[in-house]
């Protein structure tokens, strides 16, 4: 099984998909028990319109990833605070926008091809050491925002009023969340892909409330379920040449389904 | 009393809400230190102006000053120790042990970076200890009783070691022995400590000798200064369907 790190791109691929895990999965505790979780879903689509600017216009497509689901996550917060604007519907009209205006784009600029592809379900092959860079770079800064305001976050979720009459600043740390959320599903992207990040990001912790444990331990067991899924799925796809995300998620899938099994009263 | 800055000194108050004015010109200040109890009935407002006095809810009319500040010029939040009224109704699921709600009072207060100190551990613990929920610890709040809930929900309150305690019938669902340790608790609160009790309640009977005046609110306000005085506030509350009979029987079993 070891034989697979001999290959530059699958250790470019297990840096990543480590940091993704870890990236995915403590901030998936905040966006679930903060009820975020069609957030996600949105947001991943509007990277993918992001991704299709760059392949476009031939840029780093990361880079425009980032940008998009980052202007569609203040979009929606905006739209929240602005009008209460805050329903399902907002965010399906604006995921299906974001996807079909992708299509669009890339079909006119004659891209639609197999990088397209890669990226709705996510590619090994795909990792280049700019991305481990950029994900490093851009993950460490999320990580350590998410860690230094997890007192905060967890709080909000808990009780965003009381958190509020307690001098906690909720609306700018409302904001902070969603942009790091952006920001983490844009780096995920290559590996994990556009239609399948939000399920790594929200599974696994749904999986460790089945456990029924305070919160650090909560965060824990959703950080072991990430890291196993992505290093069991990324081992798949490797020996069977299956896209990552789809084998990364099925993992995450199947360990929820054990979650349920052991802890059933 | 007159002299000293009002915590919060509201100005002709109004809510409406759909063309529904919910209430109407309410105007009163509340001063350091004073127990002020508030009664009226069910949709009465009193949650609305609660909610008003903390900037969760807009005002249609009239202004809300805190420390002589407006709302979103007021900084000093921690000061505030809140117990909503639908406390007790979060999501069973939710990974949080009582000691983890518990501590979350001293989440606003803490500096960046640095976890709970000594003193937030003192300031958590005597919490629980005033609300015999010590032994719950490490339980999950989910599978605590509505009562116990409730209990962790004000201590979490009281560990933020408020200066102003605003209660939104925060003991429904108590059971009797607690509920009188716990007016007992607000009374010594207010006495030794000094702090500033705003109480919602419809058990007003019972706390009728600790607290300094009365609000009554039905879509307007009536503002009993003396309630120990209760012939009057009677027939005040009474115009306003309040049951202040209640309050009247109570004071002649002590
Ligand atoms: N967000 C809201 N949407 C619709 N109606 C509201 C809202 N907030 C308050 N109301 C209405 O305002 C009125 C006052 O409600 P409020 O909760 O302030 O009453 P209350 O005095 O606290 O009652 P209770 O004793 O039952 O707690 C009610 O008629 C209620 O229906
Ligand atoms: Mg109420």
């Not at chain 2, 490490?138 to 004000?154: A, F, P």
Request: aromatic fraction near 10%; proline fraction near 2%; hydrophobic fraction near 50%.
């Amino acid at each position: 099984m070891l034989e697979m790190f001999e290959y530059d791109f699958m250790q470019r691929a297990f840096i990543a998909g480590i940091i993704i895990a870890i990236l995915a999965s403590i901030s998936g505790t905040f966006v679930v028990l903060r009820r975020y979780s069609l957030i996600g879903e949105t947001l991943s689509h509007s990277a993918l319109l992001g991704v299709a600017v760059g392949l476009v216009a031939e840029f780093n497509p990361l880079w425009s990833a980032v940008l998009f689901a980052l202007f569609a996550a203040w979009l929606i917060e905006y739209l929240r605070s602005a009008f209460s604007l805050y329903s399902d519907a907002v965010l399906a009209i604006l995921l299906s926008g974001s996807l079909a205006s992708a299509v669009i784009i890339v079909s006119l600029g004659g891209a639609f091809n197999n990088s397209l592809f890669s990226y709705l379900f996510g590619s090994i092959l795909a990792v280049s050491s700019d991305d481990i860079v950029v994900i490093a770079v851009f993950g460490a800064i999320s990580l350590f925002l998410l860690l230094l305001f997890s007192k905060e976050f967890y709080f909000i979720a808990y009780d965003e009023e009381v958190a509020k009459t307690s001098g906690i600043k909720v609306d700018f740390l409302n904001l902070l969340l969603v942009s790091i959320v952006a920001i983490i599903i844009a780096l995920s992207i290559r590996v994990v892909g556009s239609l399948l990040i939000s399920a790594l990001m929200i599974i696994p912790t749904i999986a460790a409330l089945q456990f029924r444990v305070g919160f650090l331990k909560t965060v824990l067991i959703s950080l072991c379920i990430a890291l196993l899924s992505v290093f069991s799925g990324m081992t798949l796809s490797f020996h069977f040449s299956l896209p990552s995300g789809a084998t990364i998620v099925l993992c995450v899938l199947f360990i929820f389904i054990l979650s349920l099994v052991i802890n059933r009263r | 009393m007159k002299f000293s800055v009002p915590i919060f000194d509201v100005k002709n108050l109004s809510f409406v809400l759909k063309e529904q004015t919910i209430l109407s010109n309410i105007s009163f200040e509340i001063f350091p230190s004073e127990y002020i109890a508030i009664i009226g009935p069910n949709g009465g407002g009193k949650t609305t102006l609660v909610r008003m006095l903390l900037g969760l809810e807009k005002p249609t009319n009239g202004e809300v000053k805190i420390y002589g500040k407006g709302l979103s010029h007021f900084n000093e939040w921690y000061k505030i120790g809140y117990v909503p009224q639908r406390a007790s109704l979060v999501d069973g699921s939710f990974p949080a042990t009582v000691l983890d709600i518990v501590n979350m009072g001293r989440t606003s207060q803490r500096r960046l970076f640095s976890t709970l100190s000594k003193s937030d551990r003192t300031f958590v613990h005597d919490a629980m200890q005033k609300m015999d929920i010590l032994d719950l610890a490490d339980k999950m709040v989910g599978t605590l009783s509505g009562g116990q809930r409730q209990r962790v929900m004000i201590a979490r309150a009281l560990a933020s070691n408020p200066k102003i305690l605003i209660l939104d019938e925060p003991n429904t669902g108590v059971d009797a022995a607690s509920q009188k340790n716990f007016y007992a608790l607000l009374r010594e609160l207010n006495k030794k400590d000094g702090i500033t009790i705003v109480f919602i309640t419809h058990d007003i009977g019972v706390i009728a000798d600790d607290i300094a005046r009365l609000f009554t609110i039905n879509q307007k306000a009536i503002i009993c200064n003396n309630p120990k005085q209760t012939l009057s506030c009677e027939e005040m509350s009474s115009l306003y369907g309040i049951d202040a009979h209640l309050l009247h029987n109570h004071r002649h079993e002590h």
